[in-house]
């Protein structure tokens, strides 16, 4: 028998039309599947429901793969493939298993030998990259900072450090909530020449981004508070 494909399907970033960031092969993914593991049920049904509206809710087949799922449960997730039944892993915003919890299942794929299908979407952050002017040659996606305020001004020193001596972009995110106590402590501690890239609701049509020099950014009050944010360093 042949096995099902494990898909990796994109979503919005946020609150906009599926079809107007995504390709409508990710729309025919979906309609032709009904299994699907995801990060919280209720925001996919939702996405599922904007992107095919006439699917029907009650055929879906949910997994649940978040911080609390069982290891032994995860296990079991591509049990359909090896009955020949494609399934989707759907990332919460964005693409899967990027900044997503998502890689282990396209490990435990390869494992058995399952075919994986990545499918086009927006990604925050080669998005950011792409429209920041920095160096998108050589950069680096480093996660969250630490949220102790001592380790978090060493870290933030420790990527201008990397960045100059690497010429390397360096990428970080924040929880949307500490955006502004972190833009306060970037432009504490960089030196004034760095650049920043600051990019805020993507494809959105609240979307703000900006690459200034540090000393200019002290000079610019942009509101980031609760927005998902984008955060790029370079030391030239």
Known sequence: MIKGKLYLIPTTLGDNEPLEVLP??????????????????????????????????????????????????????LNVCEQGINIGLLSEAGVPAIAD???????????????????????SILMA??????????????GYLPIDAKEKK????????LSKEKNQSQIFIETPYRNDKLLVELLRTLTP???????????????YIKTFEV??????????HKKPAIFIIQKY
């Open 129 to 142: 990259m792409m429209a920041s002017g920095l160096n998108g040659q050589n950069f680096a996606f480093n």
């Open 154 to 161: 060493h870290t933030i020193k420790q990527f201008e450090r």
């Open 193 to 207: 020449t760095t650049k920043l890239c600051i990019a805020v609701d993507i494809s959105l049509e609240s979307e």
């Open 24 to 77: 409508y092969a990710v729309k025919q993914v979906v309609e032709r599947n009904n299994h699907f593991i995801v990060e919280n049920e209720k925001s996919a049904r939702r996405f599922i429901k904007k992107l095919v509206p006439k699917k029907s809710q009650e055929d879906l087949n949910i997994y649940i793969l978040d911080k609390y799922t069982n290891e032994i449960d995860i296990q079991n997730y």
């Open 101 to 123: 919890p998502g890689a282990i299942i396209v490990t435990l794929a390869h494992q058995k030998n399952i075919r994986v299908q990545p499918l086009v979407g927006p990604s």
């Open 215 to 224: 000393q200019e950014w002290k000079k610019v009050k942009p509101d980031l």
